[in-house]
């Protein structure tokens, strides 16, 4: 049975919380939400920006009962670069599987000057689609589908920023 | 660079 967990369902102000059977938690900030072209994402707060993941915050979610095999991750407002001044950004996800150890991986969304089609590459497993596009009316929203493979045993998977 | 988590889903494995 796949279980699914979306940006709406974490509380705004808690760092520390059981969500859709996982525990997450958020460092050194606190869950917050935000909203971007209709798609809610949760971040956290402090930082560069305080509603998103940034540089040196974290977010994640373990297992402490079960190993889980991750069907699909959505990631938002990750941007490619000029529509807001910034630079091509890049997500780290690390994930902790029994058999593999801690496995890292990156998803960059590279620059296209002209979209459709909206581009972003990931070093994983799977595929990336884009479900609203990296433009300043956009929400620069990534689903990547199938993202570890067949890892099968995770029992933890963490969301960081990289500088892009 | 900086992003949200839209949605995760997980299927736990016996």
């Known amino acids: 049975t796949v279980i699914t967990i979306n940006g709406i369902d974490f509380p705004n102000g808690l760092n520390n919380q059981t969500i859709g059977g996982l525990s997450w938690t958020s460092s050194p ?3 917050q939400q935000k909203t971007v072209a209709g798609y809610t994402g949760v971040g956290i707060t402090g930082g560069r920006t305080g509603d998103e993941i940034d540089i040196e915050e974290f977010l994640t979610a373990t297992s402490a009962s079960f190993p889980f095999w991750v069907p699909s991750f959505t990631l938002g407002v990750l941007f490619d670069g000029p529509e807001f ?3 091509q950004e890049v997500a780290q996800v690390t994930i902790v599987s029994l058999s593999q150890g801690t496995k890292v991986f990156k998803l960059t969304n590279t620059y296209d000057a002209i979209i459709p089609p909206d581009t972003a590459s990931w070093t994983g497993f799977g595929t990336v689609t884009n479900l609203s596009p990296s433009t300043g009316a956009g929400g620069a929203v990534w689903k990547i589908t199938n993202p570890f493979g067949s890892i099968n045993d995770i ?3 963490e ?4 500088t892009g | 660079s900086d992003f949200t988590l839209v949605q995760l889903q997980y299927e736990p494995v016996p």
């Open chain 1, 155 to 157: 029992t933890s998977i």
């Open chain 1, 159 to 162: 969301f960081t920023a990289l």
């Open chain 1, 29 to 31: 900030g606190n869950f």
């Open chain 1, 85 to 87: 001044d910034d630079v």
